[in-house]
């Protein structure tokens, strides 16, 4: 094939001023041409590792002869729509001239920032490496802590235009293998233009993707993604995107952190029920506030009342909605803080905390005890930031109902929500499990968090193979109450009713 | 399929119609329910009865600004009505705030309540879900009105000093009684069918600092809450005294040494104080570990009453310093001391017998045991237990060692 | 038909929302007629149902038909389709009483004064989502509703019995006679229709070796339950008792604590009111269940209620709500009818029915379905439906 042709059947495809065509001849005068994405691709390497040694090949040199030469590990043969695509993702494409063979040489070095430490999933122990944007970089984030061969990363690609890769991590000989190929067809199924962020793989692979409760957990650390991929469940990847997804999902997952697994057992089991308390508090309280006030004085301790009774008094609003303006601050305060610049939203805290707060109590628009319980429920639904989507529009709903039908309708949500998630379930797993079927071998790691030798097997609500998962030689010390074969050949036994 | 998409379009509008009915509640909230700034939280209820029924004293907490230094403030109202229930609607029309009475600690009888059945005045309390069968329970001389209209020397609300005055630490050295309207039911409900609650009596007390609380008067009737007393007259409120009604019937009013004898007996004492006289020497002596009680025996068909009690005393003050023959602790007892504190005890025992006998107030509740345990015997001499009742005292007292 | 529930389900249904409905009204009920001696109706109806709950349990073993699967066999379709129809009438019947006392016990436990019915009506909203979900939902959430109840009964218990003073109680077997005895027994037999509920589960879980003893002891520890439960109440209440409905919202008000920290007994009577909205729920579960099967639909699909559930669910809950309405001030009246007259259907479907089941099997024959197996109490094999 003669070079020009080749390069016009490309650029015909590719008509852009960020595709780069560089023309060179080695030094006995063949011709050759390498085509790719400005920006994307590492032309230091390029230039040594391509354009270098090509300089010594002979006029007559062919495709093998090329092949040889080049020192880029990463080359394989492709066509002219497969080199199209290559040079999308970042590689560079060779065309030699009078040779029909295109080479996709993987040199690609996408713009994107260090691995550092995920904002949300601060561990005051542990690692502290993160996620990035790139899926390349995640891998081998991944690739890095399991060294196991049955380790599996297997790459689909979504959404029309963007056409993002999506790498679904496994452990084969642990996790349920009917898992990642439903992922994988369930990610096809889906036809869409853009593939943002995990947050769409998420809703494509999600049972009820229109859900207020997610099917998909988030973690932006690989030393969690590991340790789940370990439990056996299955994790996504997603080109752009520094937040990883795992499936199953069960509730109890965002109320564990990273850390209980390096901290005493003792403190880890206490921090869990004060996270699960506190999010129930954070939903709860503003609610229960109005219901108490609206309905049912006797929720507050007599002098307590006398206290909020003095602050209420003289008030022109009704108690719900006092409660209502004052989340509705607290939420524009949030997102407007979240959303502009660091300097501005610094203010905009001052603004909203100090002068907003403190003139409205002044005014006798809302009252003191409203604030702090508007804001002390605030704090509480951040211990766990990754419901924080859910539980704050929780936190709307019981307002609205404890406003409307008082403790009565907070009750009756809470039935309903009850038998309303008992039933969900995320790939066959319960996301109530293990509480809902009751699962006694997965409580040890639910709210509560025994030692590391007395969790020697998988959890079971995930159904996975291969139970065992720690197993102390003989010799190993003296644990006492620790792991014993006897207990780790114990399989421990599902949710029956599935 | 066709059927399905219905079913879901008709969901739909429900939880539509749900939301929007949720959202009108919530921003309406007005279908009768009566919310914190309309509700009067009553912390007391006085009850008089006149000529044309009963006059209902509520002292209520008000809520005052919090800018305004956020003391209790409170207000007093009284109410007229046939019935305690329509006291309470009277004043519930004269103030226009909704009395609510989930923290009324306290039912204060005027003295013209022994003119009525007890159970028929509290009535209401025990018909009303609303009334904690916790709020206790006491009787005064005068008028109940009058009495929550008084100012304690903290300046807070009456009914708080009162409720001081029966408090658990003063039940528990045997001062003072309490009985909430489970218990004064209990006891008015069961085969003895007598009862007993602490008469609260006031005087004027010296200067008791600053006065800080405000105290208006309702409109109408109003209680002595609205006048502006001096610190120098306030009131001090005490609980020495047991009122007694048997049958339903106010019975009259124990004296202090009977109350004792009485909270020895029904109540669990942990540290008690008796002055015994000894030798012409006054001895205070504290008596702890205390063990008191009655039980009941039937001896060829005679109920016989066993009253006992044992404790541990020690010297708390004396007019003589050195201490027991033989020891060097000042504490220790000397054995004629116990014997006439133990005499003391006897005596003041005997007098609440006495007391009980000639009012035919079963206070020991010997008819009640009787049923419980000598069921055949009860059957036979029920309604006369307390005329064919003998006693029999078991006191023990020895000295710490 | 498949698994919809597991043992374990069986037993926390057993033994949660068995208790979870005779804690409200049935205590003053029985001490009005028998004072101190309330346990002994309460205990002579126990014996009969556990005896009928074990009656059902222990059939479970030898056959894995449900109960109209078995009628079916044996009577025909017609005759299984009427009794599909009677059951679920009874079980909307069974809800009636229990719906009147939540309403009353909703209006005092949550409100301050009385509030208007449309405070109650949100009930039919959660009753109805629930009533179309199925069986499998209702074991799921008794998973979550039997330890939630265990703890806060346990929290109300240990706070109530400084209270309690079991004197009140004596002298025992005396002074009741035997026509209040009965007039006890019976005034409560609407509170009892475990052996039907059994009924219904039967054929529903897959049964191993031992499951009929773990059923029946599940019954029988709930019964336990709440006979101390009656005992601990008149140990407090004693002569006030006739009036103390809702007792379990008052008993641990007199802990000494409370003066100070406020009510927070509350939170363990909420919590146990939860657990007694689900039993009320769980009546209309079973109800729309039967009208599936008088049907011939499937209840479910999938995790998602059927649409004949939907229907049936709100048509039933409908109906309750008329009622409910109509009735709203006059739950005397409705006891009443209750008490004197329908307990002879409680008697029936919960008493009676239960032990007919051995009478059933027997007309099916050993091996007329070829799934029984001798007296281990282990199935040789299990059909894909029954």
């Known amino acids: 094939m003669q070079l020009n042709k080749g390069i016009e059947a490309i650029k015909d495809v590719l008509v852009s001023a960020d595709v780069i065509t560089y023309e060179f001849s080695s030094a006995a005068g063949k011709k050759f041409a390498l085509i790719y994405v400005d920006g994307l691709v590492e032309k230091a390497q390029l230039g040594e590792l391509v354009v270098k040694p090509l300089a010594k090949a002979g006029k007559e040199a062919g495709a093998a002869e090329v092949r040889a030469i080049l020192a880029s590990p990463e080359v394989k043969e492709v066509d002219i729509p497969s080199a199209i695509k290559e040079i999308s993702y970042g590689s560079a494409v060779l065309l030699t001239d009078g040779c029909d063979e295109l080479f996709s040489i993987g040199l690609t070095k996408p713009p994107g920032r260090a691995v550092a430490e995920p904002p949300t999933q601060i561990a005051v122990k542990g690692p502290r490496e993160g996620f990035t944007e790139d899926i390349k970089i995640n891998c081998a984030l991944v690739r890095k802590r399991l060294k196991s061969p049955d380790l599996r990363l297997d790459t689909v690609r979504t959404g029309k235009r963007s056409d993002t890769a999506v790498t679904i991590c496994y452990l084969a000989d642990v996790c349920n293998n009917e898992i990642p190929k439903k992922l994988a067809a369930q990610i096809a199924a889906n036809e869409i233009d853009v593939v943002a962020d995990s947050s769409y793989v998420g809703r494509f692979v999600s049972s009820r993707p229109r859900s207020l409760f997610k099917r998909c957990a988030t973690c932006e650390k690989p030393d969690i993604f590991c340790a789940k991929l370990a439990e056996g469940r299955v994790g996504i990847l997603v080109d752009g995107s520094p937040i990883a997804l795992t499936v199953p999902y069960m509730l109890v997952e965002d109320f564990q952190s990273s850390e209980d697994y390096f901290i005493s057992s003792y403190r880890a089991t206490i921090l869990r029920f004060l996270r699960a308390v506190a999010v129930v508090v954070g939903i709860l309280l503003p609610a229960v506030y109005v219901a108490a006030q609206l309905f049912k004085l006797q929720l507050i301790p007599f002098k307590l009342l006398l206290n909020i009774s003095s602050s209420v008094s003289g008030l022109p609003l009704s108690p719900s909605i006092e409660m209502f303006l004052t989340l509705f601050v607290l939420e524009v305060l949030n997102e407007a803080s979240i959303r502009m610049p660091k300097y501005v939203g610094l203010a905009i805290s001052i603004v909203g905390a100090l002068v907003l707060g403190e003139t409205a109590v002044n005014a006798g628009i809302i009252s003191t005890p409203a604030i702090i319980i508007v804001a002390f429920s605030a704090i509480c639904l951040y211990v766990v930031p990754d419901l924080v989507e859910t539980t704050a529009t929780l936190r709307w709903i019981f307002l609205i109902i404890a406003g409307s039908i008082g403790t009565f309708g907070i009750i009756l949500f809470i039935c309903l929500l009850m038998c309303y998630l008992v039933t969900e379930q995320a790939y066959g797993v319960p996301i109530l499990a293990p509480f809902s079927p009751l699962i006694p071998h997965d409580m040890s790691d639910g709210l509560l968090k025994r030692d590391m030798f007395s969790l020697s097997t998988r959890p079971a609500a995930l159904k996975g193979k291969n139970k065992v998962r720690f197993r102390r030689k003989a010799g190993g010390g003296d644990n006492k109450g620790g792991n014993d074969d006897k207990q780790a050949a114990k399989e421990p036994r599902g949710g029956e009713d599935d | 399929m066709q059927k399905k998409s219905r079913l879901q379009a008709a969901a739909r509008a429900a939880y539509i119609l749900l939301i929007a009915a949720m959202l009108f509640l919530f921003f309406t909230t007005d279908f009768g329910l009566v919310d914190i700034h309309k509700t009067s939280i009553v912390v007391a209820v006085g009850i008089d009865v006149t000529e044309e029924g009963y006059d209902v004293t509520a002292q209520a907490a008000i809520p005052t600004p919090a800018q305004g230094g956020g003391s209790a403030s409170y207000t007093q109202v009284t109410g007229s009505g046939a019935t305690v229930a329509e006291a309470i609607a009277d004043i519930n029309a ?273 008819e009640r045991m009787l049923y419980m345990y000598y069921y055949d015997d009860y059957l036979n001499i029920k309604g006369s237990v307390l005329p064919a009742l003998k006693v029999e005292y078991d006191i023990k007292i020895d000295s710490v060692r | 038909m498949t698994d919809q529930l597991c043992t374990r389900q069986v037993c926390f249904i057993m033994a949660a929302y068995t208790a979870a409905g005779k804690l409200l009204m ?351 109490g282990k199935k040789a094999g299990r059909p894909p439906s029954g």
């Open chain 2, 94 to 366: 004269k103030t226009g705030f909704y009395p609510k009475l989930v923290f009324c600690n306290l039912v204060v009888l005027g003295e013209s309540c022994g003119q009525r059945d007890l159970l028929t005045v509290l009535d209401y309390f025990y018909r009303n879900d609303y009334v904690p069968l916790t709020a206790l329970v006491a009787m005064c001389g005068g008028s109940a009105q009058e009495l929550l209209g008084q100012k304690p020397a903290d300046g807070g609300m009456s009914s708080s000093a009162i409720q001081r005055a029966m408090s658990d630490e003063l039940k528990n050295s045997a001062i003072a009684s309490t009985v909430n309207l489970k218990l004064l039911a209990q006891d008015a409900g069961s085969p003895s069918n007598a009862a007993y609650m602490p008469y609260v009596e006031y005087g004027s007390g010296a200067s008791g600092g600053t006065t800080t609380a405000s105290a208006s008067g309702g409109s109408g009737s109003s209680g002595g809450g609205g006048s502006s007393k001096s610190a120098e007259s306030a009131a001090e409120f005490t609980c020495k005294r047991c009122a007694a009604f048997a049958g339903g019937a106010f019975a009259g009013v124990l004296t202090e040494e009977q109350t004792f004898a009485l909270n020895l007996i029904r109540s669990n004492i942990r540290h008690a104080v008796v002055n015994a006289v000894c030798n012409g020497e006054n001895f205070t002596v504290g008596l702890k570990n205390n063990s008191g009680g009655a039980s009941l025996e039937v001896q060829s068909g005679v109920p016989v009453l066993k009253l006992s009690y044992s404790a541990l005393a020690n010297v708390q003050s004396s007019s003589s310093r050195p201490a027991a023959e033989g020891s060097a602790n000042s504490h220790l007892v000397p054995d004629e001391v116990l014997l006439s504190v133990a005499q003391t005890v006897r005596d003041r025992m005997d007098s609440l017998f006495d007391f009980c006998k000639g009012s035919g107030c079963d206070l020991f509740g010997a």
């Open chain 3, 26 to 376: 049935m205590p003053a009920e029985l001490s009005y007629y028998c004072g101190g001696d309330l346990w002994l109706p309460a205990l002579i109806v126990y014996v009969l149902q556990v005896a009928a709950v074990w009656a059902v349990a222990f059939a479970c073993s030898k056959t894995d038909k449900t109960f109209f699967a078995l009628i079916e066999g044996v009577l025909g379709k017609a005759a299984s389709k009427v009794l599909c129809w009677l059951f679920a009438l009874f079980f909307a019947l069974a809800a009636v009483l229990p719906m009147f006392s939540q309403k009353l016990f909703v209006q005092a436990i949550f409100y301050d004064t009385i509030p208007a019915l449309i405070t109650f009506l949100p009930f039919f909203v959660f009753s109805v989502y629930a009533g179309a979900k199925g069986l499998k939902n209702a074991g799921r959430v008794a998973d979550i509703a039997l330890p939630l109840m265990g703890i806060s009964l346990i929290v109300l218990f240990a706070m109530s019995v400084g209270e309690a003073n079991v004197g009140w109680l004596l002298p025992v077997l005396r002074t009741t006679s035997a026509s209040s005895v009965f007039s006890g027994a019976r005034f409560s037999l609407y509170n009892f229709t475990d052996g039907a509920m059994m009924l219904m589960l039967m054929g529903r879980f897959r049964y191993k070796k031992g499951d009929s003893l773990k059923i029946t002891l599940s019954y029988a520890l709930s019964a336990l339950v709440v006979l101390l439960f009656l005992v601990l109440f008149y140990s407090i209440f004693s002569v006030l008792s006739p009036d103390q409905y809702f007792a379990i919202s008052k008993m641990a008000i007199f802990f000494s604590a409370l003066s100070i920290v406020g009510r927070v007994d509350l939170i363990a009577v909420y919590a146990v009111e939860i657990c007694m909205l689900f039993a009320l729920a769980f009546y209309i579960q079973l109800s729309v269940t039967c009208v599936c099967g008088a049907l011939g639909k499937e209840q479910s699909k999938g995790r998602s209620a059927s649409p004949a559930s939907a229907v049936a669910s709100v048509a039933i809950n409908a109906v309750l709500l008329a009622v409910l309405i109509a009735f709203n001030n006059s739950y005397l009246v409705v006891q009443e009818a209750f008490g004197r007259f329908l307990w002879i259907v409680f008697v029936l479907f919960a008493f009676v029915l239960p032990p007919l089941v051995w009478a059933l099997k027997r007309g099916m024959g050993g091996g007329a379905n070829g799934k029984v197996s001798g007296g281990t």
